[in-house]
């Protein structure tokens, strides 16, 4: 399923009110995509200090290299930020 499109625009609300030191830092595409995830209640899974990524099922081979593992209650959720597709 795709993410709300509601989730997308707070995310990038947020991005967009960040100073431009941090927006440097902050890739426009998976960092509000990342907080829209987690205003939708999805959280990030961490392993060794990292996030947990894969290739995504959905975009093209070799194109979405940054779908990234989520718990939601006790589920695991995969988010790519290209396709904006949320996977189980
Ligand atoms: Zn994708």
Redo the contacts with the bound molecule.
């Keep these: 399923m795709r993410i709300q499109q509601g989730l997308l625009e707070q995310g990038q609300k947020l991005y967009e009110q960040m100073s431009t030191e941090d927006k440097v830092l902050s890739d426009p595409v998976i960092w509000p995509f990342g907080m829209a995830m987690r205003i939708g209640g999805y959280t990030p899974a961490i392993e060794n200090e990292c996030l947990i990524l894969r290739s995504?099922?959905?975009?093209p081979v070799g194109?979405?290299n940054?779908?990234t593992k989520y718990q939601k209650e006790t589920a695991v959720y995969w988010g790519?930020?290209?396709?904006?597709?949320i996977t189980e």
Excluded: A, E, F, M
């Design positions: 995504c099922p959905i975009c194109k979405g940054y779908s790519c930020p290209h396709c904006q597709n």
